[in-house]
């Protein structure tokens, strides 16, 4: 079930890159943004016509963010979820976005009135993608005789469009096995140290790592934990003690 979704969503992406790259050939200058979550990002146009009229950047085709003509000195900003977090530089056309937003992503369209009165666009595909969060590995054991052991790791972190890699004390494991869960078969004599799961979205990455002392047992959470919890066996033993 959540694979085949997986594939789906890895089969719409292919699509739509496919989308953009034949739109890139036709136009000549249209663009793809990705960026994450919080950047300022300048929806820049390379191959502007040398005279226009009026300028105009849309939202998804219709929703009017600015727009300039070339008679008003001042360009005039539409009411918009944009309305404090861009300008606009009528020079050459360019419309900067503050602090973006996953909810930004979206098709922007620049129309150009031409001096003869004849009309282009130019489109900018822009995507926004948060961090991802930092991932939690759960873990099922199952013991079988001899030591040997069934691992069934899973990997949970929060984020759109997340692809897992995951590694062992020899290296990363095949690429056949990465997905939000490994399941695997640990022998004594191929035991890991250790697993890591990193995540990853087209902006960032971040990893966890499990700690094994033998196929089938888990090294303590952290040597920071075994402090605190010594620690706090010390001091009552020593309350203990001054209380008797
Ligand atoms: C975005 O631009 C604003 C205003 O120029 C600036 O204060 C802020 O530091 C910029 N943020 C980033 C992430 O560059
Ligand atoms: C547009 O002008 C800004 C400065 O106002 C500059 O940083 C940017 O590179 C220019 N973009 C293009 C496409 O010329
Ligand atoms: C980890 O697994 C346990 C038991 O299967 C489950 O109750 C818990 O919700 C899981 N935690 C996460 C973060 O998925
Ligand atoms: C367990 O290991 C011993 C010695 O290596 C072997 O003789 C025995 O057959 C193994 N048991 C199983 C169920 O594989
Ligand atoms: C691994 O564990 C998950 C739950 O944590 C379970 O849904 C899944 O079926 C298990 N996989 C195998 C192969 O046992
Ligand atoms: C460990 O070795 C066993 C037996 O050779 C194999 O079935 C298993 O897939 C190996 N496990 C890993 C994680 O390489
Ligand atoms: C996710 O995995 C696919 C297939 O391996 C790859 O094409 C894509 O670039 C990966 N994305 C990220 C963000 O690593
Ligand atoms: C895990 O993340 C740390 C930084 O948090 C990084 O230094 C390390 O290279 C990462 N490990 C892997 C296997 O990506």
């Known amino acids: 079930m959540y694979s085949k979704r997986v594939k789906w969503q890895q089969a719409l992406e292919i699509l739509l890159l496919l989308h953009l790259f034949l739109e890139t050939s036709i136009q000549g200058c249209s663009e793809q943004l990705v960026v994450v979550s919080g950047s300022n990002v300048s929806l820049q146009i390379c191959n502007l016509p040398d005279k226009y009229k009026k300028l105009t950047w849309f939202y998804t085709d219709i929703q009017k963010i600015v727009e300039w003509e070339s008679n008003t000195p001042k360009p005039r900003y539409f009411k918009s979820k944009f ?3 861009v300008t606009f530089d009528h020079q050459n056309g360019t419309l900067h976005i503050y602090k973006v937003q996953k909810e930004d992503s979206s098709t922007y369209l620049l129309k150009i009135l031409k001096e003869a009165g004849t009309e282009e666009e130019r489109k900018i595909f822009l995507k926004v993608f948060d961090p991802v969060s930092k991932p939690v590995i759960n873990i099922t ?4 005789v001899n030591n040997s052991c069934y691992l069934n790791l899973s990997c949970v972190a929060w984020g759109q469009s997340l692809n897992y890699t ?4 020899s290296g990363p494991f095949p690429k056949e096995l990465w997905s939000s869960k490994l399941v695997i078969n640990v022998e004594p004599q191929n035991y890991s140290k250790f697993y890591i799961c990193q995540v990853s979205n087209p902006v960032s990455n971040k990893n966890r790592t499990v700690y094994f002392t033998s196929a089938c047992e888990q090294a303590p959470a952290s040597g920071v934990a075994w402090i605190a919890t010594w620690l706090v066996v010390m001091v009552l033993t020593a309350l203990g003690f001054l209380l008797t």
């Open 83 to 85: 309305k404090d977090r």
């Open 166 to 169: 995951w590694y062992r004390d």
């Open 141 to 144: 054991k199952i013991k079988e």
